[in-house]
Structures are given as C-alpha cells and as structure tokens.
C-alpha cells in the first residue's frame, strides 16, 4: 500500500517536473528546424525559477478570480494525473478518484477559470483571447467529450486503465476502424489544445492571441503558475494520447523500482517521438486565418462520430 502511494506521488511529479522539459524539447527542435539557435531545452525551468523570483504587479480592477484563476489550473493539473495511466498500467490507490470523464472535467475546469480571468481585468486583449478561446471550446470541448465516450464503448469501461489493458493485449481491438478514427480525431484535438493549430502563434500580434492575451496581464509566481499548469496540460493531453491511445505499452506492469525506471526512459523516448511529430505538424502546415478554425475542428468531430459509429456495427 504504502508503495502504492509513493507511485502515485511519482506520477504526480512525473508530470510536474517532465513538463516544462517537454515544452523546452519542442521550442528548441523547433527553431532548428527552422534554422534558428534557438533556446536549450532547460531554459524553461529557468523562466520559471525567475518569474517565481519578481515581484507581483496586480491590475486595480482585477478581483478574487484574478488571483485564484492560476491556482485552480495548477491543482487541476496535479489532480488528473492521479486518474490516468503515467508510470503504471495498473490502478493506483486514488485513481477510482475519476473516470476518464471525470479528468476531462477537472481539465476543462482549470480551462474555464484561466478564461474567466482574461475577462476580470476587462483589459481589451484579455476579452480577445478569452472570446477566441471560447469559439474553439464550442467544437473542442464536444469533440473531446465524444472521443472519450467512444473508448468507453470501445473497452466497456470508463477507466483509461481499461483501455489501456485491452489495447494493449487485444490487436483486434487496437487494430479496429473505432480506435484508428479516435486516435485521428485526438490527434487534431491535440493541435488545439497544446496551441498547435495553425491559427495559434506563440508571437505575440493581435491577430494570432488566443491563450497569450488570456494571460497578458500577469506577472510573478502567478504568470509562473499559469505557464507551468499550461506545460502540465501538454504533458497530460501527450499521456492520454500515448498511454490511453497509441502506445499503451511500456509501462511498469509490476510497481517495482527497476520497471518504473524503465518506464520513465520509454516515457522520454514516447514524447520525443510524439515532440517531434508535433514540431513537424507545426513546421510544414500553412497558416490558416482565424476563422477558418473550424475546418480541422471539424474533421476531428467528424472522425470521432465515425469511431462511435463503427463500434456500434
């Protein structure tokens, strides 16, 4: 038992401090990618350990939400990796905490205050950001909730430990026209919610702000929060995907040290891999006019209504 729960606060750090070193593989492949230095793959921490460092300047009209927007989005982040599949494929003793609905709930939870927050200072770029957000919430969110309906019908189980057995013990399963459509409708999923569609833009213009203009306003530890909980997301949206989706193998079958050490160098092997492939879908794809943002929106519902369909037949 008592080495049950020091996995489970593994997995927690795990995501906790593997995030911020994902972000930095992906910003730095990038920019050599397109021929730039670009930073090193630490330089993420380094940011952090300098905005938990500066001072705290806070508007005058902001409110209550202003401040607990970061705090609410970074325990979010800590809460789902306790539900999902990181280092084991087995349950751990908190994982009953949730179903696979249940995290994505706790997500979109931590979604919804960082939106608030753009719009409690009622600076103009912060309602931008939260209103654009908002516009692909109202495909995402759908879209997300029916891939995660469709692997519960696929496995007949609402635990991503479930389906992460039959996957991987099942080719059938793993091989069938449900499971090949939901891992293309989370793929695109994927470009939009780690801010990888190709109207997202990590230069800050007008015209590409979504989630930058949300957070234009902060500054310290909370802009600190807020980056790191973002990070924390990518990681976990990766996991799902890899863990839950993919490649549900490679994690630790038995608990022991030697096995999730083993699993943690998969895990980095998996996301370098899954980091590269992100790099290449950002590099080579053109960029599309914000209000084109339904297009891949779109396809991705369509591929996740075809995945229910297919299991039904």
């Known amino acids: 038992m008592v080495g049950d729960i020091v996995l489970q606060c593994g997995q927690v750090l795990t995501v906790m401090f593997l995030a911020p070193l994902l972000h930095g593989f992906i910003t730095t492949v990038e920019e050599r990618v397109q021929r730039g230095q670009g930073p090193s793959i630490f330089q993420p921490y380094r940011d952090l350990w300098k905005l938990f460092n500066k001072s705290l300047l806070v508007p005058e ?14 325990t979010a982040m800590l809460i789902v990796p306790m539900l999902i599949p990181v280092l084991t494929n087995f349950p751990l003793p908190l994982s009953d905490m949730g179903d696979i609905l249940g995290g994505g709930l706790i997500l979109t939870l931590g979604s919804f205050f960082i939106l608030l927050a ?30 995660f309906v469709g692997i519960t019908f696929l496995d007949h189980s609402m635990l991503p430990f479930v389906a992460n057995h039959l996957l991987a013990k099942n080719p059938v399963a793993y091989w069938s026209p449900a499971h090949i459509f939901l891992i293309l409708a989370f793929f695109i999923l994927l470009t939009v919610e780690t801010d990888r569609l190709p109207i997202h833009s990590t230069i800050p213009y007008e015209i590409y702000m ?38 549900p193998w490679g994690l630790s079958t038995t608990g022991s040290f030697p096995s999730v050490l083993l699993a943690l160098l998969i895990i980095l092997a998996k996301y370098g891999v899954i980091g590269l492939l992100m790099v290449g879908v950002d590099t080579m794809q053109s960029r599309l006019r914000f209000y084109r943002y339904q297009e891949p929106l779109a396809l991705s519902f369509l591929f996740a209504v075809l995945a229910i369909v297919a299991d039904q037949l």
Not at 63 to 72: G, L, S
């Open 61 to 74: 009209s902001a409110t209550w939400v202003f401040f607990w927007a970061p705090v609410v989005a970074f």
């Open 118 to 147: 753009g719009l409690d200072t009622g600076q103009p770029f912060g309602g931008l950001g939260s209103s654009r957000a908002v516009m692909l919430g109202i495909l995402a969110e759908p879209t997300l909730i029916l891939v």
């Open 210 to 247: 979504i989630d930058e203009a949300r957070i234009l306003e902060y500054s310290g530890p909370l802009l600190a929060l807020l980056k790191w909980a973002s990070w924390m997301k990518q990681f976990i949206f990766y996991t799902i995907f890899l863990n839950v989706f993919l490649f």
